[in-house]
């Protein structure tokens, strides 16, 4: 055979010429030679290389499944009719807590209540919302709600218990023994119905019904002027001048959603309108209603009433007729009297008073100025009020004298907010039949030794009649999500009557609304077509004369006028806007929700004056000893009247849940609940410090031109008074405004309208999925509210005018957050939307800090559960757990730890409208799309809408002179506007 | 050569070829003391300290820092841009002083360009364990990905990650090539086989020939090339973090001269600060002598004076903006709550540099030893004063906040200066902390031996 050689040298050396003998190689071995150096040695190829490849894939493939845990999602066997994965069901409905009444629509997904919403149908809320009625969705979803009937801490079946009831109930009405029906104000007509058809059953039962803070002065003066009794229907809307007396209608007083409507679009300026009403606020702790007002005189509690008797005697007095000798009233009251007296038929004056003279001489005063008819009536009235608190005196007088014997509650805690608590609790531990109707535990149930618990309002049946033929409808938005049952149900079982509510409403409308209407020609699609729309207001015509009739005024006025000034400190209690009465203390989201004045939450605390805190030597967060009996941390209150100090009520829960309980303190016992206030109170500073979570800690708006402002004079002359420099700067770039050809979304906020109510800020946790941080978070300044509510005080400290103005993501333009992103997380969308891509965000906030508007929020920590890392969640309100996760909105991803979250102008909601347009082959509607917030704004301060679209409601206020853009100097470009301030001050 | 009679020797004491090497290496063949062993023992537990907090950061979450919704950034970002300054020195001293032919730096360069890599190291950290979620952090990198997803070439941030990787590479580079002629004189005096092999691997073969010194000379001067505007361009980078941003107190266009001063100026006060204790420790007196610590003082005193100027043109330049947010902004940094942090900044950066135009001060050790300490502190208080106060009251007064660091972050600080010290410690034992052969090339025309025979000749 040939040798054929390659080279010389190899001819030479003959290397080369044997073959290698080494053994063969493995697979492995041959796989790896592809890491040796290319040498003619080793033999790895391309299919080696792919080898290689394959295996690195197999490996990969085996350790990344091993990691992930099964998740099973299981689709419908069956579709429920109703129900499409992905597209919300709204349902309309009423919210009804105590005197709290809103007429909703529950949102829900895939069957399970997750917002509510305002229902624009309604004649007495209008769409709007409240704070509470936002977060009670939740409440649905509380772990501490009762999931079964109890007695003691055993668990019963409703038959069991059914059965014991009707025992004790037939035992009780032999021997004709009294028992008590404690329940709040229902304004229910099917309810009252079936309470009356109960006590007609047992005639034995009184019905007493109890609520903590009452209307009784209203009730009994309207009864002794008019002779008719209730609470007067307020229109704020028809009154171009209020005077209002400590009452916080805008707050708490009374209706508070329907207020502040009716007060806004009497000052809202624009369709060419330039009025606006004159609101004077006469109290002495800052009130939500007295921040909004355009001249306020802080007073002491005690000396409000002879201030009345003044005004009164004024007004006689510029009526022409006889009038009483008091102390000679000062200029204030005489101007007042004298603007009062020119705005006759159209002014109102109101008083928070609960003492009945009070009330009878704002009557008169109302009275003489001829406004009864127009600005308020009494034949239209208010029912939420209904509890006389007599009533509630007697019943503890029967406790303890034993003379009762049995009581059932549904929907009351006078153990927690009635004065008498203790008593109570010591009363009702004697009694030997005692049943609570809750859905909740609290203080009182606690005591008692039979539950029957209630559905939640989401899951019941119900009807309201909370204005004087204004009707609405309950329906439930789940099935009860525990073995829970309706109050009414369970009255009717106890009655042996058919325990179907549903049934019992229809024909309670069938013989009693039916009849009202014309329009439905049969019951069933009335009664269809009305669940549909949520509310029923027949048009009734009413004629009353309203006659003034009482004959020993002098009585009164002499009875308010000759009481002596307190010199001493004097206690108010106050109904805080988140909590209320406490009956939602174990809300997280209300918790959490800063007071919209003193921008505090998760506690109550004192509020002092400026001047007595200087006295006293007293900072923020001190503590003090309030006449040895409560130990409070102050708060300094600018505008808070001198010698007078507040508290709010409904802290300090002792049975709830874990969120609610031991946040304040109880200060209920302090003052009777008919009482105004207690004067000598002695404060003792303690010389301790304690931490209050304030999510603003400055007041000062530094003379910068955040809130622009003007009288209503000046704006009257100029229209852009306050906002000369209004889009001034909108050109100043050498770059060209960015051009968004299709849509170009915006927000305009009208800082006219806004009163600070805070409905909106929960609206957005609800809807966006906003995590909850507690109490000490918030005091390190980690709360995440998208849209918060900034409060500034301006003037005089011991009496500053009060600005308020919701801050949300601008949406900038020309955002400054977008270019510091390192790795493009967010950027802008080509509809003028400043988007977040959470998956993409590392958490360098740097956008945060680079935001002039300060609205992103990190997540400093785990708080929703989303994080990949164990053991290391942050959840202090139980927000995470399985069943408080169903209110989550599916639509909105929730958001791990580490990365940076902020308004979204809810997006989802403008995806889905823009989808539903698509559909329909048409352009979006003008007001088709609203944001949570606007949504829920009961003034309708904030609306969203289309910047392209030059017929829409956005561009007609964007063009307005008193639009202007925050900080819009330094060109930011921002796509949220805000209208000026227009404070309608007298000289 | 000729050497003005004026001009202090660079090399004292009447040093040999040979007793040059002798003594540099003589650290890293002898065994170390009991204080060394004190002090790593230190500096590891610092070490320590810190990697636990950063764990627990990582595992908790940013919260566990003392930073809010308004104040985005506190001690981490400081102490990111305190060691980055710190890491100028070096290549300062290596590569513009290379430049500039002056001779003082071959005793020094060595060490200063191990602690610039050692402070870049630190800096590097932070940005890294700051971020929300760190695990994402090769987020950063333009890296090619089927999501299409990319960096965004407009953020600073962004810059810093090239600036920053650039300017370690270059510098690790430098340094390392720079070592390559000792490390072949360690090998040659190593006995211990092992180490002969270790240090073998580390010289690259070096063998001293004609044809290395002068490739390696040619490298030198190509990285000093490299590396100059490097020197220049990293600490602007870093700058922009704040300059480009809205922020009042950070939108200053005076930022990139002013960070590069100061990053010089505070550099030049770390080199003092480890200089002044290892010339003693290792008995180096003779090569890093009183001259040498009075050139770096002149170095700081020149540097200082910008910083001070640039501080008062920003005061300047808010009052002349007439823009409200400015004038409030720096109105605020000196009366507000912050003020004892901009007292503590004036102080240190301003005041005390300016009493080194005494020469005695200059020349005094216990003096410039404590002035570089106060400059280090002050240096560290001006990141601080610029990041926090500017941050904690800006635009809208609503959210206005305060800010005051947790135990997690004073610890990972205290972990970085373990991390750079436990660096410094072992580099001292396997290292020569002097370029030997750098040092030996100046002996000639600038030692004390030639000076004299040199000048007794002539006269």
């Known amino acids: 055979m040939n040798k054929y050689w390659k080279s010389l040298t190899e001819l030479k050396n003959g290397e080369n010429s044997v073959p290698d003998q080494a053994m063969p190689k493995g697979n492995l071995e041959q796989i790896l030679d592809i890491f040796d150096k290319n040498e003619n040695a080793s033999k790895s190829n391309r299919r080696d290389f792919l080898k290689l490849c394959g295996f690195s894939l197999a490996i990969s493939t085996v350790v990344a499944s091993c990691e992930n845990s099964v998740q099973k999602a299981i689709p419908y066997l069956i579709k429920p009719e109703e129900v499409t994965p992905g597209k919300a069901n709204y349902y309309a409905s009423s919210f009804a807590k105590g005197n709290d009444y809103c007429s909703i629509l529950i949102k829900t997904r895939e069957g399970r209540p997750i917002k509510i919403e305002g229902n624009d149908l309604s ?35 409703w038959e069991e218990l059914d059965e014991t009831v009707k025992k ?127 001249k306020r005189i802080p007073v002491k509690p005690s000396e409000q009433k002879l201030l009345i008797v003044q005004l009164y005697n004024e007004i006689l007095k510029l009526a022409g007729k006889e009038i009483y000798s008091v102390p000679a009233s000062n200029d204030n009251m005489k101007q007042i009297a004298k603007d009062l007296w020119s705005y006759k038929e159209k002014s109102l004056v109101v008083s928070g008073s609960k003492d009945t003279s ?111 033929n204004r009707y609405s409808l309950m329906q439930p938005g789940i099935r009860p999500l525990f073995d829970t049952r309706q109050f009414q149900s369970s009255l009717l079982s106890w009655m042996g009557e058919d325990s179907n509510y549903l049934n019992f409403i229809k024909n309670h409308w069938e013989k009693n609304m039916y009849p009202m209407q014309t329009a439905y020609p049969n019951f069933t699609t009335f009664w269809n077509h009305t669940l549909q729309q949520g509310v029923f207001e027949p048009g009734v015509k009413s004629v009353f004369d309203t006659k003034f009739s009482l004959a020993n005024m002098n009585s009164f006025v002499n009875q308010l006028a000759k009481q002596a000034d ?101 200060v209920n016992f302090l003052l009777p609940s008919n009482d105004d206030f207690t004067g000598d109170v002695k404060l003792v500073k303690t010389g301790e410090i304690y931490n209050l979570a304030m999510t603003q800690t400055h007041h000062s708006m530094e003379g910068r031109a955040i809130v622009r402002e003007a009288g209503l004079e000046e704006y009257k002359k100029n229209p852009s008074a306050g906002n000369e420099s209004h889009h001034a700067y909108e050109n100043a770039s050498i770059y060209e405004k960015p051009k968004f050809p299709n849509h170009h979304w915006g927000l305009v906020v009208d800082l006219n309208s806004c009163v600070g109510c805070g409905a909106c800020s929960i ?90 508007y300060k609205v992103r929020r990190f997540n400093w920590f785990d708080y929703t559960k989303a994080d990949s890392i164990p053991n290391n969640l942050h959840d202090v309100a139980e927000m995470t757990i399985d069943l408080k996760r169903m209110v989550l909105n599916p639509d909105v991803t929730i958001r791990a730890k580490g990365v940076i979250e902020k308004c979204s102008l809810c997006v989802q909601r403008i995806q889905e409208g823009k989808l539903n347009a698509k559909i329909e082959g048409r352009k979006v509607k003008d007001g088709e799309i609203k944001t949570a917030c606007q949504q829920a704004c009961p003034s309708g301060a904030i609306i969203f809408g289309d910047l392209n679209d030059k017929e829409s409601k956005l561009v007609k206020e964007t063009s307005s002179k008193r639009n202007y853009h925050l900080l819009e100097e330094i060109h930011t470009l921002p796509s949220v506007s805000y209208l000026t301030k227009i404070r309608n001050k007298k000289a | 050569m000729y050497v003005s009679p004026i001009r202090e020797p660079l090399v004292t004491g009447k040093k040999t070829y040979k007793k040059i090497t002798d003594e540099i290496s003589a650290p890293i063949e002898g065994k170390p003391g009991k204080a060394w062993y004190a002090g790593i023992t230190l500096t590891v537990s610092a070490l320590l300290l810190g990697l636990a907090m950063m764990g627990y950061t990582i595992w908790q979450g940013i919260g566990t820092w003392g930073l809010n919704k308004t104040i985005g950034w506190g001690w981490g970002i400081t102490n990111f841009v305190w060691w980055v300054g710190i890491g ?44 929300g979620r760190p695990l994402l952090g090769f987020f950063v990198f333009p890296y090619p990905n089927t999501r299409e997803l990319w960096v965004n070439f407009n953020s600073p941030l962004l810059w810093d990650v090239f600036a920053i990787s650039t300017y370690f590479t270059v510098s690790l580079l430098f340094w390392y090539v720079g070592l390559i002629p000792d490390i072949g004189t360690i090998r040659d005096r190593m ?129 002349y903006s007439g823009v409200e947010y400015e004038q409030y902004a720096f109105l605020n940094r000196a ?85 750079f010290f436990t660096c410094f410690l072992l580099f001292i034992r396997v290292f020569p902390v002097i370029a030997i052969a750098e040092v030996k090339s100046v002996l000639k025309s600038s030692g004390d031996q030639k000076d004299k025979s040199e000048t007794k000749e002539k006269h």
């Open chain 1, 358 to 468: 009070v009330q009878v001489i704002v009557n008169a005063i109302n009275f003489e100025l001829e406004n009864y008819g127009s600005t308020l009536r009494v034949d239209k009235q208010l029912h939420t009020f209904k509890a006389n608190d007599s009533d509630m005196d007697q019943l503890l007088k029967d406790m303890k004298s034993g003379k009762l014997k049995g009581i059932i509650s549904y929907g009351v805690n006078p153990v927690f907010d009635y004065q008498q608590g203790k008593e109570f609790s010591d009363a009702l531990k004697k009694i030997d039949f005692s049943l609570a109707m809750d859905e909740v535990p609290n203080e009182t149930t606690a005591l008692m030794s039979l539950l029957a618990p209630d559905n939640h309002f989401l899951e019941s049946w119900n009807d309201f009649e909370p204005k004087t």
């Open chain 1, 566 to 666: 307190n010199k001493g400190i004097e206690l108010q209690l106050y109904e805080s806007i988140a909590i209320g009465d406490g009956k939602m203390a174990n809300n997280p989201w209300l918790q959490e929700m800063p007071d919209p004045v003193t921008k505090i939450c998760w506690d109550n605390y004192l509020c002092v004056s400026p001047k007595q805190a200087e006295e006293m030597m007293l900072e923020t967060g001190d503590v003090v000893e309030l006449n040895s009996q409560v130990k409070l941390p102050v708060y300094v209150l600018p505008g808070q009247a001198y010698n007078t100090v507040a508290v709010a009520t409904g802290y300090g829960r002792q049975v709830c849940g874990v969120v609610g309980k031991n946040v304040g303190i109880n």
């Open chain 2, 88 to 131: 100028h020195a070096g290549t300062f001293i290596s590569a513009i002083l290379l430049l500039f032919r002056q001779k003082w730096r071959t005793s020094i360069n060595r060490s200063a360009e191990a602690m610039t890599l050692f402070a870049v190291m630190c800096a590097g950290l932070f940005p890294l364990i700051h971020m």
């Open chain 1, 763 to 852: 609206a957005c946790q609800s809807e966006n999925n906003v995590p909850v941080v507690g109490k000490k978070e918030v005091i390190r300044a980690h709360e995440m509210s998208w849209i918060r509510i900034d409060r500034y005080f301006s003037g005089d400290e011991f009496n500053p005018d009060v600005s308020f103005q919701p801050v949300m993501c601008q949406h900038c333009d020309n955002a400054p957050c977008e270019n510091v992103c390192p790795v493009a997380a967010t950027n802008h969308s080509s509809e003028g939307l400043n988007q977040m891509a959470y998956n993409r965000c590392i958490g360098t906030r740097y956008c945060g800090n680079n935001c002039p």
């Open chain 2, 191 to 319: 006995k211990s086989k092992f180490k002969k092999w270790i240090y073998g691997l580390l010289s690259f073969g070096w063998t001293g020939s004609a044809k290395h010194w002068q490739r390696h000379e040619s490298i030198s001067l190509i990285l000093a090339g490299l590396a100059a505007p490097l020197v220049l361009s990293v600490h602007s980078i870093v700058s922009t973090d704040f300059a480009t941003s809205v922020i009042p107190g950070w939108h200053t266009t005076i930022f990139p001269p002013y960070f590069v001063a100061g990053a010089i100026f505070s550099g030049f006060a770390m080199v003092l600060t480890l200089l002044i204790v290892t010339r003693k420790v290792l008995n180096l007196e003779n090569y890093i002598t009183v001259g040498h610590i009075e050139s770096m003082n002149k170095i700081i005193i020149a540097t200082g004076s910008i910083v001070g100027i640039a501080y008062i043109t920003e005061l300047f330049i808010a009052w």
């Open chain 1, 123 to 157: 004649g007495v809320t209008h769409g709007g919302t409240s704070s509470r009625v936002q977060a009670s969705v939740l409440d649905l979803y509380d772990t501490s709600r009762y999931k079964h009937p109890k007695k003691g801490n055993q668990k019963l079946a």
């Open chain 1, 168 to 294: 004790e109930l037939n035992r009780l009405k032999n021997a004709n023994e009294q028992f008590v029906l404690l329940t709040s104000s229902i304004y229910s007509p099917s309810t009252i119905s079936v309470i009356q058809k109960f006590i007609a059953e047992y005639p034995n039962v009184k019905w007493v019904q109890y609520d903590s803070q009452s209307a009784l002065a209203l009730i009994q003066a309207n009864e002794m002027c008019f002779g008719k009794a209730g609470v007067a229907e307020y229109r704020f809307d028809y009154a171009d001048m209020i005077v209002s007396f400590d009452a916080d209608f805008l707050g708490t007083w009374l209706m508070p959603v329907e207020h502040i409507r009716q007060y806004t679009k009497k000052r809202k300026l624009c369709n060419g309108n330039i009025s606006m009403s004159h609101h004077i606020q006469i109290e002495s702790r800052l009130s939500l209603t007295g921040s909004n007002a355009d």
């Open chain 2, 335 to 419: 009366t507000g709550p912050y003020w004892w942090a901009y007292l503590i900044m004036m102080t240190c950066n301003v005041i005390s540099p300016q009493l080194l135009w005494f020469k005695k001060l200059r020349r005094n050790l216990v003096f410039t030893f404590i002035l570089s300490i106060f400059i280090n502190i002050g240096m560290w208080f001006e990141r601080f004063v610029i990041i926090v106060t500017s941050l904690h009251r800006d635009y809208l007064p609503s959210s206005w906040s305060m800010y005051e660091p947790t135990m997690v972050e004073v610890g990972i600080f205290i972990g970085t200066l373990g991390l």
